[in-house]
Each structure stands twice: as C-alpha cells, then as structure tokens.
C-alpha cells in the first residue's frame, strides 16, 4: 500500500486469515480455502490497521501515481522527486552493510505533502534522524493498535533535528505539512 502499483491483498488477508502456506488452495474445498470470519473478531486490530492504510493511501495521492520515480528535479517546489537516505540522515550508500534506510517523497509529488518513510528490516532497533521541517508520525507498525496507524488530526508532532527509534522490523511514515 505504500508503493507505486496496485495493492496485492489476497481476500481474507486484512484479518489473519491465512491458507497453512497452501499458495495454489484454489481447488481445496475444506478449511484450507474457507474463510473464517471469526478471525475479523480475533484479529480486529489487523483489520482496523489495513482500513487505516487504506485511507492514507487514498489521501496520498504520490502512491497511485503512473510514473516512476527518477531522483531528478520536480514541480515548482525544487528538489528530486524523490531522495534515499541512511539511518544517519546522509545520502544513502547502496554499497553499505546497515539495511536501515529512509525514502523521502517531495511534496510537489503528493499535493504539496511530503513523505518520510522509515524501514528497519534488522535484527535490532535503529535510530532515524528526522529531516528538516516540521513532521506528524502517521505510522508507527512497531506500536500496537490504535497507535500503529493515526489520522492526521491524531498524529504526534516531531521536530526537526530530533532523531526516532524506528524498532526492528518495522516501518514508520513521517507525514509533513502541506506547502501548498
């Protein structure tokens, strides 16, 4: 949902439903290929969190975008359309061995809002520096539910200059304020 391209969401996936590893259940006509909608009541903040996600898609309009990204100067706002950086806030070095790193989508891309995401894919937590400007944490999916995702009107503010702990693998989408 936070990527260029149509959402590939398998029915049932938005409350834990799962087919025990089966890819092909097509033709099982047991438990394997049922669904059991009693895991919308177990897993109702699974649930909530994909219907949030839903909604920030909708509202960033940068996601559903036919183009691709290219790093090269956008709109009016000047800048790349997009920038990859470390954990540290520098440029990001695709030859290093630290997997954390950020993605930064100018706000000339989604309706003058820019977009910060944070991805920690290791074993240990990892420190972000937050770029300049002033920041609402939108997604948090280290935190548990309602927090791991929250309107904006909900959001926390953060700082320029201030650093978040973005936990192991997990992803945090910083949200700024529009420009427009």
């Not at 391209?5 to 047991?30: H, I, K, S």
């Not at 937050?130 to 997604?139: D, E, N």
Request: with cysteine; hydrophobic share 40%; net charge negative.
């Amino acid at each position: 949902f936070l990527s260029l391209g149509v959402p590939m969401l398998l029915g049932g996936d938005e409350f834990g439903r799962t087919q025990r590893g089966n890819n092909n259940a097509y033709c099982q006509d047991n438990e394997i290929s049922w669904h059991d909608w009693s895991l919308l009541e177990t897993n109702k903040g699974l649930y909530r969190f994909c219907r949030e996600l839903i909604r920030f898609r909708k509202e960033s309009p940068v996601f559903t975008r036919l183009m691709y990204f290219d790093g090269l100067p956008s709109g009016g706002e000047g800048g790349p359309d997009v920038a990859w950086f470390g954990a540290d806030g520098s440029p990001i070095d695709w030859e290093s061995e630290d997997d954390a790193l950020a993605l930064w989508i100018n706000g000339a891309e989604n309706r003058g809002v820019p977009l910060y995401l944070m991805f920690n894919p290791g074993l240990l937590a990892a420190e972000f520096q937050v770029p300049k400007g002033t920041w609402s944490l939108r997604i948090d999916t280290a935190m548990p539910t309602p927090d791991d995702i929250v309107e904006l009107d909900r959001a926390p503010t953060v700082r320029r200059n201030s650093t978040i702990v973005v936990e192991r693998k997990s992803l945090v989408v910083l949200s700024g304020f529009s420009q427009a």
